[in-house]
């Protein structure tokens, strides 16, 4: 949302004053009108608060901060032809995602760039609820991202985070102990994700030319102020040719991948032992879908295979960054966590198996995900059929949007919620769990049915690259005596305004 502000605002006043939109209007006001939506900001007729987000100078997570004093933790935003719900407390997520599971568990209708990145709302992610989404979200948690497949992918963890220490190490030689740790960091998770999904060796100049197309996927389909008000679409048409071509270049820098997958199967994965054994891809072949009689398409493929590489590369980069900065911040978190992981390993290297014999890194970790959720929003919802929230009617077809540091910033849930305190969640202390079940107090990575499928992976990245960072490192601030700047800025997931710039020094083991 944050991009309507790039856009000049001339042609779309212009645009307007030539609608003849008052009969649509007028019956959108009349079926509204007996509706008991929650409290609503002012806004504009036909624009509503379209404009006010972005002539605020401000990202929409700070505008959308600014007003829960004066809105409460539920409120309606009405943003050009789509009718926003913001949600904002722990007890409302619960309400909505727990116990109305059922009934919160579909995605309101994409944009059309998002249409074409996503084959239709082909993903598991963007699917509404249904059989299609079932299929989809069984495959990838059962057949990809369980325990076992997990721990299959040992190896490869391993070989990625070698990689990760030695490219800290080569580039602090050449620059005076000084690293970009979001960059490294983003490149370490995606050769992980690389080889869980395709299950075959690639050159680090091919990585980084797909690392370079997904990025280029996620600020395509980054919202545009069309998909807020479809009339002006004809405007646009420029840019849906390029999101058009974007998806040509993604397909076909995928295809050759999906092939030598398909080609090393069928000669029999032992035939090529520089080939995983498993590999996501391996599950979309031959699945096969509730309601349809053939799998999934060759763009099908490529939009699901899209979806298991960026769902978990930004996310955990992102989250590896604050880490570091929260080290460099206060050094003594840094040197209990490297007390720690002393008293646990010796002088051997950290390997999975000892991550939760590890209180004070579990403590670190859900604190930086209370502090620093991977994004503020969850993925939006919808409901599928009308349903009410806090007495208040949800109309099918709005989105329901959870905003998280509402949650896991509440003072009435959380003893001193601006501090970051690994302490909290020791023993004696804070209790948690991330997925809602019991109660929702923080919820970084969604809850309920369409909880992040991810979360598992997710948090054995974070935990092992957090891990062996600490051990390898110790990490101070550039320049010397610096106080870290905590200002955000929204990246697809909400990352560190200025990039982090750190000094580190390898440790000694022995």
Known sequence: MDCFSTYPLVSVFVAILLLTLTYTVSKARSN????????????????????????????????VR???????????????????????????????????????????????????????????NAAYHGPVWRSLRRNMVQNALSSTRLKNFKDVRDVAMDRLVERLKNEAENEDGVVWVLKHARFAVFCILLSMCFGVELSEDTIEKIDHMMKLVLMTVDPRIDDFLPILSPFFYKKRRQALDVRRKQIEMLRPLIEKRRAILQAGVESNPKSAPFSYLDTLFDLEVEGRKTGPSESEIVSLCSEF????????????????????????????????????????TVQEKDLDNM?????FVKELLRKHPPTYFSLT???????????????????????????????????????????RFLSGGEEVDMTGVKGVKMMPFGAGRRICPGLSMATIHV???????????????????SKVDFSEKLEFTVVMKNSLRAKIKPRVHN
Not at 385 to 410: H, M, Q, R, T, W
Request: net charge negative; with cysteine; charged share 20%.
């Open 359 to 363: 209180a004070y890194l579990q403590a």
């Open 66 to 124: 600014e007003l829960l004093p004066v809105y409460g933790p539920i409120f309606t935003m009405k943003m050009g032809s789509r009718t926003l719900i913001i949600v904002s407390s722990a007890e409302l997520a619960h309400e909505a995602l727990i116990a109305k599971g059922q009934l919160f568990a579909t995605r309101p209708t994409e944009t059309p760039t998002r249409n074409i990145f996503s084959c239709d709302k082909f993903t598991v």
């Open 381 to 423: 919802h919808a409901v599928i059929e009308p349903a009410k929230l806090a007495g208040y009617d949800i109309p099918v077809g709005c989105n329901v949007e959870f905003f998280l540091p509402g949650i896991s910033e509440d003072p009435k849930l959380w003893t001193a919620p601006e501090k970051f305190d690994p302490e």
């Open 309 to 348: 590489l960026n769902g978990g590369t930004d996310t955990t980069a992102a989250a590896i960054e604050w880490a570091m900065a929260r080290f460099i911040e206060n050094p003594s978190i840094q040197t209990r966590l490297y007390d720690e992981i002393r008293s646990t390993v010796g002088s051997r």
């Open 463 to 481: 935990h092992l690259m957090v891990a062996r960072l600490v051990q390898e490192f110790e990490w101070s601030a550039y320049p010397n005596g």
């Open 32 to 63: 509204r009108s007996r509706l008991r939506l929650p409290p609503s900001l002012p806004g504009w007729p036909v624009v509503g608060n379209l404009f006010q987000v972005a002539n605020s100078g401000k990202a929409f997570f700070e505008y």
